[in-house]
């Protein structure tokens, strides 16, 4: 799995984990959801992503995947 890959299944799951904690412990966990997308879309811009740096670390490569 490419580093790409790995961060849309994190950006997606911590927004179904951010949307979970808001319908059933408190609405304050809807801010979650809004750094994910204010930190993808920043990382849209930028190229600078904080996810990436671990993901490498824990062995994810880099590059596109085969469709």
Known sequence: MT????????AGAMILLSLYLTWFVN???VWLTVFVALNLIQSAFTGLCPAVFFLKRLGFKEGCSKV
């Open 3 to 10: 580093v790409e890959n790995a961060i849309r299944i994190m």
């Open 27 to 29: 609405s304050a966990w």
